[in-house]
């Protein structure tokens, strides 16, 4: 059996079946997505998947940095300049190291897509590579498997992209004016126009600058621009930003001493430490704007971005070379909480790839502060182990509400049910547990379950 029905669920009989009432109350119910990575033009165009490689390989860095990991080449993964362009020699390369995934989340998500969306009953090997290639090819060249009919048949009822601040958004504006009732909204992203370190820094001001016509050239005028572009987003449905920050480092600057420091970034002649001042003071003017306007504001801390500089030049981007990195919340978030911390208006959801600040710091800083929200296990903790953790670290001092349930945050559109799948059986596990040590009466289990699947996630992003 390729997905066997209690996967994931308690081995304690009693505590199994208390489980397994608990995940059939929510399996079926609507999957919330507010914050990730799909492609927009999915949405708009609503195109074809042209082949199982370009689905499940060529995009999805889980699987490449595996497969690198043991030698594999990115060329041979369909990925570089001279790379292999055969898709079918792609998979017959992903089929044959398809053990590296053995108990690894990345298994749980490709067995569960292979099985409940292309209906494949045997897991992928050398052996059925190609059977499973063309059954796979036949499907996606259906009508039924395009990017807007997986949306209804996966039973998203909401989901977000992450957008760039000069995106144009023609994909979101193509998907509203087609007629179809999906909802895809955009994520208002600006740190290439906030971290001094970005690539084309100086030029992006200026572009900013065009698109606003506002003054990017001074203080006042670059935060303005900031107000226009976020103001554009919301129309286009935008409930959230999201900041991909090295640091959760926060500053609150005098005007003066903000506005000469911004002068210093746009010369370009500036050190590390000037950088990093100045994505801590866009932290805090971000939060006062998400104070103004409502935006839900995400805080991504704690990755060293494209380790590896030869991989990052000769490949590019989100390669499986970001890695996390020791990061601590409870100062660094001082200036931007004395600010505006106790304002209700505020809600700040704080992720990290550093398990160590659950119990320390983060479940602290929500248990007390009104504005912020725990958001879910990211990235490397995006696995049934890794939301237990932070249910077990996390759910003693901060509870379930000060948390916003589960987002796949992923670019792998049919891995999207799986990791919600995960996510609600790794809950319903956590709350038998719960109810079966008398922590919990089984009729809290069952309001909290639908919470943790997809109702805090609603109202946590304002959705």
Known sequence: MLLHPDRLLPPDPATKAIARG???????????????????????ENPAFSNPADLFIVPDHYVVRMLVSQGVRYEELGIGEGAERDPRTIWRCFAANYHLFQGTPSRLWLDHALSTVFGLAERLSPANADAHYDAIAEQLASPHYRPRELYDRFGIEVIATTDSALDDLRWHAMARESGWKGRVVPTYRPDAVIDPD???????????????????GSWLGYLEAHR??????????????????????????????AAALFARVRSGKIDSGDAELFRAQMLTEMARMSVEDGLVMQLHAGSFRSHNAAVYSRY??????????PVSFTVALKPLLDAVGMDTRLRLVLFTL??????RELAPLAGAYPSLRLGPPWWFHDSFEGIRRFRELATETAGFRNTVGFND???????????HDVSRRADSAFLAELVVTHRLDEAEAYEIAPLLSDGLAREGYRL
Do not use: Q
Request: include cysteine.
């Open 198 to 216: 970005s690539e084309d820094f100086a030029a992006n001001l200026a572009r900013l600058g065009d698109l606003t016509g506002c003054d990017t």
């Open 354 to 359: 550093d398990e160590t600040t659950y119990s």
């Open 409 to 419: 945050d992923t670019r792998a559109l049919c891995s999207i049910p799986a990791r």
């Open 316 to 325: 590019g981007r989100d390669r499986g070379f970001d890695i996390p990195v």
């Open 228 to 257: 226009a572009r976020r103001a554009f987003f919301r129309r286009m449905g935008a409930t959230a930003t999201d900041h991909g920050h090295p640091t959760p480092r926060t500053a609150d600057l005098a005007e003066t001493a």
């Open 22 to 44: 608990l995940y059939a109350a929510v399996a079926d119910r609507p999957i919330i997505s507010p914050h990730g990575h799909t492609d927009p033009r999915w949405w708009g």
